[in-house]
């Protein structure tokens, strides 16, 4: 469901780091690319739309396994967990969670349909 999105991001940004690495210019290769990489992911966490995807990572690695997904969108303050039907990552999500507990203070309900 949301592979197609990250499929989009990786090619972009796989574009952009080639950019990236034609106009840097040191040594050694490795370094040149590692930079490249790391500049094309902090844009794309500072990038509109492509924000909530490419941060999603983090989240996974700091919830040690998938987060609770939330969105504000429509005010609807809904949230999805891991392992049901509706689960998965778009632009118009808002906010990851690492528990429920976390996702109800801070007023967001469940979304069971």
Wanted: aromatic share 14%; glycine share 4%; with cysteine.
């Amino acid at each position: 469901m949301f592979t197609v999105p990250y499929l989009v991001l990786m090619v972009l940004a796989y574009l952009v780091g080639l950019v990236l690495l034609a106009v840097l210019r040191f040594r050694p290769d490795w370094l040149r690319a590692l930079v490249a990489a790391v500049a094309v992911y902090v844009i794309a966490l500072f990038t509109p739309l492509i924000q909530v995807m490419a941060s999603y990572p983090i989240h996974v690695v700091r919830c040690g396994g998938l987060p609770i997904v939330a969105t504000g969108f429509a005010a609807a303050m809904s949230y999805t967990v891991p392992g049901s039907a509706n689960y998965s990552v778009t632009p118009l999500n808002s906010r990851f969670f690492c528990t429920e507990k976390e996702a109800k203070a801070a007023d967001y309900h469940r979304y069971d349909f």
